[in-house]
């Protein structure tokens, strides 16, 4: 089963450079079924990523572009009305998918990203009397821009905390953009080929259920947790004013479960601290809520978790 992630970013290397950690976060929520928010700058093939990452696992993918007029029926789907049987019919929307992208979600009103974020959880659609269930796979792939500050709707923490991962996408190395456009102006990027099934993702599904993980690792998995809503007893006062809230109990839920997919794409059959440490701040960054004085000092959620894995005792 190693071989067939190895053939899956072969095949989205075809026509995404670089971005490793973006492909290893949408594997993880893939095979965890969790949901993934992404930041970053326009530009940094976010789009051309889970296309590619759909095409190669052979799954339908789903674009929507959020707009501040967007309503939750553009999203979901409604009920139509046809004069001709004098009866309604359902015309579903995009969420019927099994990879949806939710480009800029921050960009609709609170309406909308409460009915996707529902659906996010639930894995269900309510249209007029009757409800569907979403067919497996399905993952939602959310992504705003960090620059606009204009006609934006900030996602509360609540809802915040429905993404298992948060990834902030930096820009491409020197070499990797000149590669980039290399590809770009010649036209030389290949066709991409599926090359898993649907039962093959259910099957590594089910062997990152028997990645074994050591007590003392997951209790050290719980002391990062705990340690951003009590910090003192970690020996963290200089953190504690920093923090309103901490971490939520589905960070401890996530985390159990990323970190056995993080070292099982690694070709291990048992989770490391090095696997908790690579993916914890995304797992953590957007359900820490910081306080007015942290703002007024530019301290970042990243600071803070990167203070917590520096301090907690490393089984």
């Known amino acids: 089963m190693i071989s067939k992630i190895e053939l899956i970013k072969k095949e989205v290397s075809k026509v995404v450079v670089g971005?490793?950690?973006?492909?290893?976060?949408?594997?993880?929520?893939?095979?965890?079924?969790?949901?993934?928010?992404?930041?970053?700058?326009?530009?940094?093939?976010?789009?051309t990523t889970v296309n590619a990452l759909a095409k190669s696992l052979g799954l339908n993918f789903k674009r929507a572009q959020f707009t501040p007029d967007l309503l939750p029926s553009?999203?979901?789907?409604?009920?139509?009305?046809?004069?001709k049987?004098?009866?309604?019919?359902?015309k579903k929307g995009p969420i019927f998918t099994n990879l949806l992208l939710a480009d800029e979600i921050n960009r609709a009103p609170a309406k909308v990203q409460s009915?996707?974020?529902?659906?996010?959880?639930?894995?269900?659609v309510t249209l007029g009397d009757a409800t569907f269930k979403l067919e497996p796979p399905f993952f939602v792939m959310a992504t705003q821009n960090p620059v606009e500050q204009e006609g934006v709707y900030q996602l509360p923490e609540a809802q915040l905390d429905r993404f298992m991962l948060?990834?902030?996408?930096?820009?491409?190395t020197k070499e990797e953009?000149?590669?980039?456009?290399?590809?770009?102006?010649?036209?030389?990027f290949e066709a991409i080929s599926a090359v898993v099934t649907n039962d093959d993702i259910n099957e590594i599904k089910e062997s990152i259920k028997n990645v074994h993980v050591d007590k003392e690792v997951e209790e050290y998995m719980i002391n990062l947790v705990n340690a951003t809503r009590y910090p003192s007893e970690y020996g963290l006062d200089e953190i504690k004013d920093y923090?309103?809230?901490?971490?939520?109990?589905?960070?401890?839920?996530?985390?159990?479960?990323?970190?056995k997919a993080m070292a099982f794409m690694r070709q291990k059959d048992f989770v490391t601290p090095v696997d908790v440490a690579y993916i914890a701040k995304e797992l953590m960054r957007h359900r820490i809520v910081l306080t007015y004085?942290?703002?007024?000092?530019?301290?970042?959620?990243?600071?803070?978790?990167q203070k917590v894995l520096q301090r907690v005792a490393i089984p």
């Open 19 to 47: 971005q490793e950690k973006m492909i290893d976060s949408l594997l993880i929520a893939l095979f965890c079924e969790g949901h993934i928010l992404i930041e970053g700058v326009p530009g940094l093939a976010k789009t």
């Open 74 to 83: 553009d999203i979901l789907g409604a009920e139509i009305y046809d004069p």
């Open 85 to 90: 049987n004098n009866s309604f019919k359902i």
């Open 115 to 124: 009915a996707l974020l529902e659906v996010m959880q639930e894995k269900q």
């Open 166 to 172: 948060k990834l902030i996408v930096s820009y491409n």
């Open 177 to 188: 953009e000149l590669e980039i456009a290399r590809r770009v102006s010649s036209g030389s």
């Open 243 to 259: 923090i309103q809230f901490g971490a939520s109990p589905r960070v401890s839920i996530d985390m159990f479960k990323a970190v």
């Open 293 to 305: 004085e942290a703002e007024a000092e530019g301290v970042t959620t990243d600071e803070i978790i």
